[in-house]
């Protein structure tokens, strides 16, 4: 399907180094590994620059296990999101080098060496209950490669309390801001710096919370720009995407 | 219905003064003048404390003059909410001290003497599209009596603008905040001040604003205290409560 | 944040009494003290004329002992709201002044003594199942200071119970009016009244209640003047800017 | 498909009266004529007491004309109801009889004398602006045969504007509530009479009103006992069903 | 509030048979017994023509007894709806002619002998999943006093079953129609019959079925005249509402 | 109801062989058989082709094997969808043919010959979480008589996998595609392929994914053409409908 | 992008008789000619078997008659739908095959000879309202090639008129069934008839029909099998999907 | 409020080149410019990297003109989005460089030289309606110095139209993505390519796409990694959001 590979196949074929009939079971072997329940994507590594994420939920931890087990063998690092019950246990114990990280519901396993981590990703959160997506952003965001400075509890309620974290935020290539009930921080955050913010709502409040449509809604009618906006609860999401951004931001 | 009125009537009945009939009669005809079309409540003024107000949409110019006529011949203030075509020319025609007020879509007709003003309420609103609302509520709150402080545009995108007026705002006995798009302003405002505030939904925005909803159920779902929310637009609801909590705070 | 102690910073600083460094670093340690999970706002008293409230659900018992333990060093009355399994057992246990409200599910810790009350708050609601939200709308006035006066299930399909109640409504500064299902206490009651109205909401219903979001409306759509609304359920809110407004009207 | 009729067709097949084949055409043939754009239903008054109503809305007047012409044809009273530009001049143009209720967007035509009305429907209105959709109520319900009596604007914000009609009101075998904004009318209404109340939302109010819906559904939650409710602004609807049941009252 | 009584007692005290003071009194303490939890409503015998009914949901079972307890003392029928845990058990125990319905989710105590039945009220349901409402309609209207007859399973997706019952619904006075899904049944009901038709949503179904607001918006733009609609799931509204017309149609 | 039927009754009527009164008892007692709780309806394979499905879901263990029972002693093919606790074990117990498909929730009893499967069916899924919906759909259609070929976890976050299955897409007469999220599998799939498609939402994703609406609307909006939609995780829809069009195709 | 095609392309490489540069570049522009605001996609007919349909809303007169003319220069049938102002002018004047279908809001352009129709789509619509969309759906399926009955005004409020239509819709392949406001004809006929149901959701209706909203759920909750569903007002939609499927079923 | 500023401030007034009164003046006046309607923020361009955005919408022309002027008196690119009426022509009279996109909504003042444009922005719509808001995204990030490319109309229902574009594709820092409708097109996208996606929703469509909520709805749930969302029709957002990332990738 990728254009540039399409060409090399041809030219290979044109060269006689290819018969057709290869070609085309080549095109469609190359891309991904059927395990049955779920087709394992070795592709995407050159496609999108990262491998697969595993969603953990909905998933047997069998057959997590599996999956994570016909990715990790290409030698690559493995991310497994909103881990359900016993599947941080299998992949522990399937896996030596695997990192459970409970508050962030991932396990993450691979090479990530902590001193390695480019550039600066802030994350920010409006009050406690918001922490587990934020957990889920800032893991998301290291496990890929990112430098993540975190500040939580800093909700607008409290504005001082925010505004003693300027220095810190104004130092990040992009910023994660994590808020559920009224949802108005990455708002106030966006007229506050340069970076792009990505806004994060979170399902937290009650009655006209409507599990985080009403903050969803509010971050999507900022009256600030710069921001755009990730599903609700969508910690790593916002973790994928900021580390995408700063890792352009940090190339030389 | 009042309970005073009921003994005061019950006195005269027992005491032979008025007649079981007639007192039927007077509870009945007492609170209201029946045009057909409306019933002009003129027993409110005891009840609420203030008369009732006509609300201009949906009713003929003909039909607005005859209801102020009504209440006024009580010599009472008059206010006209959302004046329709033709209203504020019919009611300047008919009341030579009509005063129209065209941003806030309002006629006010009486005796209201700029000078007489008790209290201090603030105004704020964060846009300039809000600006209508915003003068709903001012002008309601000094027709009713109350003085009036307004700083428009300070909306949470260009925070230092509203900071700017936060030693302004701690004057106020009351505060009006009113907000569209995302509808962070008095979440932010209940925040900084020692004030109750009234929070006003506008329908300002596009997309995900849906008419206002997204600011109205923000505002509920404040992290802040201190806060109530009145109807999307409802700029006189606003001034009118906000006038009853002045009025108390200003009585010594 | 606060420009009067910015302008006391700034004095002190022009006067060489103060080092512009210590100075930024004072504006930071201020307000706030970061307990890593939550960032505990002493200044708040200050700036809002009460203490931060601890809203309990979705925190671990020993999370709401220690953020109250910061906040009750610094000798103030401390409210913990819609307190979760196990919350006032360790709260009761680490501090001997704790009061337990269990309909209310709120626990008060310092010093409310009952005499102290001023003014008058009336907590009305429509049915037996709103009890707990005008329970805690009751309990939260008294804890900041105010007399409350309760007056439950008077909901308007008995007009005559509603009725009976009105001398002593007239009493109030302000009504507290906590509704679920159709929602028309609050609108019935305004129309009856002088005090500004606060209407609660409740998730109290089936079908068509939507959870609480046909009363929210219903309120906000109210005939009546003099009227505002608070989120679905949120007793606390509404107890809190009731006591704001009738500590204003009780100043003498 | 009546099987009242099916026997009796079945009756005379089997008595060699009819022929199986006339009696299937009879079956398809009797209820209805095909205009082509709309099949008018002779039948209707056989099986459900009254004849078909026309719905104006979405119909060129010449279509209007033409069913009523049909339906006229045999000997009935016809009703067309929200009526569009030139339906009832052309209507009033084709039938001497034809009567035009402008403010209920009605024409009624045929022997609808005044003096032959039975029982008693109460129809009444919260506000000025839902009139239009209690005279659709009261004109169809004495347009089919029922006695009206009319009380409009009588809205819960004045309780004693509609407690001094509790007299008449308990002379109906039937009550219909026409309200907007919060819809609470109908509530209260059936919290202090015997009859069976029919409530009417209208699209009246704005913001929260969602057109109609708040009040709709604050109706259906009723805590009152003794009411059920028709779609928004649907007040013939309402007279209909009224008239049915006031019908069966007035029997002997 | 009821003006016979209030024109019965003026005239007492006119005649120096009561004080005013004493009338005061009686006004306010006639019509309710204040348990503290719950304010029983004797008066509604006689502003109603029925008792006030118990809705079991959210109240213990010790609470619904003392209720019952209180209302039954003056010799009524008492009926408590949506019976919770234990309550059936505890009201068996307390009242010995109390009769469980438990499909209906209802107990029924007093004097309902099952010959004083007067009239008909037919009660139809869709599908086996909307047995539970049906019953409580039917428990309903039966104790209040009506005889009802029951066709269940009758739902359009197989129509020859509702055809079947055509001669047998033509004999109600007023039907019933339970319906969850599409909601179709009402409607096509109401198109075969000339009795009124209470139209029932209920919360069957799944994914578009809303909860029941489907079956529910589409009861209520019935394309079918003669049909009103209650909340989802409420059999009791339609069985009381049934009642009242039945019981007038049924007096001669 | 079955003209064709009527017909025929009638033509026997006429000849004599049947009497009038029979012939109304047959068009009654013909469709279904009354099991008090359900109405079996035998008559509905000729009517629509396939005996009726029995829904499990809110029906007891002993309620499903009485209905399979009446159903199957006409010698058919019964399909227990939604198959509830206890009633596979239930069914198998009574019915020795009858198979348990765990993944899609079905207990199929009869005789489904897996040589006879005329045509083909595709299904695809697009993640893991939707295969039970998706074998629902797949057993459904062979139960009924359709070859079915499965391709799943073919969304289109990875394309390269939905376009290797193209060749074998293009064999089907119809093609099930079956995604939660954001939906789009579908319309990617009709955009490739000359066959009609059937949608099946499903309630797989969370947040703004509304339990199905967002996957279910946007299957309603697609740009693409030959694309109808079922109910969210409808999937036994979907497969009957499937059928239908694969047998009309697979007829010579 | 078509596995057939693009192995043809390979075989020509691998046989020398395309150079692969050439090859990349076929693949390219085959497919769709880019007029700049469309890209006119010309392989559509040998992809999905018949040619892309122009939209006409929001397009200009002019933007339509280039697109026709690109596509009909490729000898097919154009399809133009919702049509805009003018532009049923344009076409007819640009092209004089073009045959204006204004009910339909269509332009159909090409070979479209009566005669040629195969197998029958019926099409069947619930009340005059409906026409507009049921036409749509109609032409539709004319244009594309197959054989239409219709009959419209057969909604299930007047049972007898659809049942009279049920000997000629059970000759049909599929049926189009077309309903606003309850959207109950949908269901009805499904359980009436063999052949599978596409239904059309229309936007008639006011208040609860939530401009179609109702119709569509009600169908999507069809408690009848073998019925799927089209977005609201989307006749196009239905009659593309009926004319694969009717095509399918007259193959012989 | 920016604290470096702060602490410049703080700097002067240590060393006594500033008195502390000024410094709080300077504090207040420094950002903004109040023109009584709107508050200009000069202090933006510092703060935020860009200056303050002109929403035409709801302004009349001559208060657009008043703040253009007052923004590009300080040599400042000034952008004027969502013109309204007569607002491109009083721009041009004033502002001789001002240059009109009409299709965009947009007029841009300043010196946006074409060649100095850095990086690459792809801009992709789904389909010809959607081209205004892909083109307010495009000429949003041209003005802040973007080096943009565009694709229309290579929505998801045609694939190879949008695979052909791939290669360019690829060669972007960033990509945004518009699409109506069922809104696939940015998840499709995402699934292809390494660089983050920003994802517009528009309001095209009818029916179900709720006036571009469901497009909305579907990005946010997308199965494919690395793309966030802006709100419905907000091209300036998202061009604004890109070009913050392309500036960061761009520079060296």
Do not use: W
């Not at 044109?14 to 049955?36: C, H, I, T, W, Y």
């Not at 522990?92 to 990703?121: D, L, Q, T, W, Y």
């Not at 509890?153 to 220095?167: M, Q, S």
Request: hydrophobic share 40%; glycine share 12%; with cysteine.
């Amino acid at each position: 399907m990728n254009p540039t590979d399409l060409r090399g196949l041809l030219d290979q074929v044109g060269q006689g180094n290819l018969s057709p009939d290869e070609a085309v079971k080549r095109l469609r072997d190359l891309p991904f590994e059927n395990l049955g329940h779920t087709r394992v994507d070795h592709h995407r590594t050159l496609r999108n620059g990262f491998p697969e994420v595993i969603y953990g939920e909905g998933k047997t931890a069998d057959q997590v296990v599996e999956i994570t087990r016909s990715l990790y063998g290409k030698n690559q690092t493995v991310i497994v999101t909103r881990t359900g019950e016993g599947q941080p246990e299998a992949l522990r114990e399937a896996f030596s080098g695997a990192v459970h990280h409970p508050e962030a519901r991932m396990v993450v396993i691979g090479n990530s060496k902590p001193g390695a981590k480019v550039g600066c990703v802030a994350v920010l959160c409006g009050g406690t209950s918001d922490i587990p997506v934020a957990e889920e952003a800032a893991v998301a965001a290291e496990a890929l490669g990112s430098r993540v400075e975190r500040a939580f509890d800093v909700g607008i309620a409290g504005l001082p309390r925010l505004l003693a974290e300027l220095d810190s935020l104004r130092q990040a290539n992009v910023i994660i801001a994590v808020a559920g009930m009224e949802g108005a921080l990455p708002s106030v955050v966006a007229g506050l710096v340069e970076a792009p913010v990505i806004a994060v709502p979170t399902s937290v409040g009650y009655g006209t919370s409507m599990s985080g449509l009403t903050a969803l809604f509010a971050m999507l009618n900022s009256c600030a720009d710069g921001l755009s906006v990730v599903n609700i609860d969508n910690g790593f999401g916002a973790g994928y995407q900021a580390h995408l951004i700063n890792r352009m931001a940090s190339k030389k």
